[in-house]
């Protein structure tokens, strides 16, 4: 299926899909972070690990990216964009809807599940803070999720790392899985499959 452009707010933004060899199981809604797009090494094997599991997967790249701008929008911008594109491919939505994205797109991915009743949050590289300033957490974008979530950590990610994040679940019930590598999660794209593979599995 050909790439869709979604128009949004803040300008178009476009939907590249994935599809399994079968019916779709359910749909992985994908968004890329602020420093790349959706060719990013662990979101490609995000995305393989979903089709091979009969899992449609929808690549969103956001409409700053589209525009070609080298910026992202601030955060709030960044969610409107994400719910615009979710309300205007309902069409392409099937079974339980997963939200999912590495880094920033983690970070929308959490903001939004709640109030477009995502089933369940997939974060590659979850941004607990900014590289050097532990005392700027994220987590309460994390621990505000109401459903299952997968956290894929590098074990050297100068945003922190898979204890640190875990530490800062508290009793939440995310599972967070450490990997190979850092922030960017392209060291070993294997295990980045498994552990999505793994956990969508459990989902179905």
Do not use: N, Y
């Not at 090494?41 to 449609?56: I, K």
């Not at 709030?76 to 615009?84: K, N, S, V």
């Not at 079974?95 to 880094?103: D, K, Q, W």
């Amino acid at each position: 299926m050909s790439p869709r452009d979604v128009d949004t707010p803040l300008g178009p933004a476009r939907v590249t899909v994935d599809d399994p060899a079968g019916p779709p199981v359910g749909t992985l809604l994908l968004g890329h972070g602020a420093g790349g797009g959706i060719e990013a090494p662990d979101l490609l094997a995000a995305t393989d690990a979903a089709v091979a599991g009969g899992w449609r997967v929808l690549r969103v790249e956001q409409p700053w990216r589209v525009a070609g701008k080298r910026v992202a929008a601030a955060p709030p911008r960044l969610d409107e964009g994400w719910t615009a594109i979710h309300a205007g491919i309902v069409d392409l939505l099937t079974g339980p809807v997963v939200f999912g994205g590495r880094s920033a797109g983690a970070r929308v991915a959490c903001r939004t599940a709640g109030p477009l009743g995502a089933s369940a949050v997939l974060c590659l590289a979850f941004p607990l803070h900014p590289p050097g300033k532990p005392d700027k957490s994220r987590a309460h974008e994390l621990t505000g999720v109401d459903v299952p979530v997968l956290v894929v950590q590098g074990d050297s990610d100068a945003f922190g790392g898979p204890a640190e994040v875990q530490g800062a679940l508290g009793d939440h019930r995310a599972q967070v899985v450490a990997v190979r590598g850092d922030h960017a999660l392209k060291a070993v794209p294997s295990a980045v499959r498994s552990a999505v593979a793994t956990w969508l599995a459990a989902l179905a």
